[in-house]
């Protein structure tokens, strides 16, 4: 049974740093391509991040330069470093495989960022 466990999740103020994780389980994780996608309040579901089974990475333009995906197959975890966090990365932050292979989602992670 797929498990998606996201965690890290928190509130900072803008300008700071968070390090989401995600624990997986129940498929072939080491040969999955990952993803970290996030839900604003009224926004559609977005895709953050990606990173091949072999490392390679691919950011989303509004988060270049300050995110950054990374993973660690012998953990079965996929993680997010977050910096220089803005008001507007503000949102439920959750794992995936890329693509979505089901309709199966993880609680997610809250992030939000304000003084």
């Known amino acids: 049974q797929v498990r998606l466990v996201e965690s890290g999740g928190g509130l900072v103020q803008p300008g700071g740093s968070l390090r989401l994780s995600c624990a997986a389980r129940?498929?072939?994780?080491?040969?999955?391509?990952m993803g970290w996608y996030r839900q604003a309040p009224g926004k559609q579901r977005e895709l953050v991040a990606f990173i091949s089974s072999s490392g390679t990475t691919n950011h989303a333009d509004s988060v270049k330069g300050r995110f950054t995906i990374s993973r660690d197959n012998a953990k079965n975890t996929v993680y997010l470093q977050m910096n220089s966090l803005k008001p507007e990365d503000t949102a439920v932050y959750y794992c995936?495989?890329?693509?979505?292979?089901?309709?199966?989602w993880g609680q997610g992670t809250q992030v939000t960022v304000s003084l």
């Open positions: 129940g498929f072939s994780f080491g040969l999955t391509t």
């Open positions: 995936n495989a890329h693509p979505v292979l089901s309709d199966y």
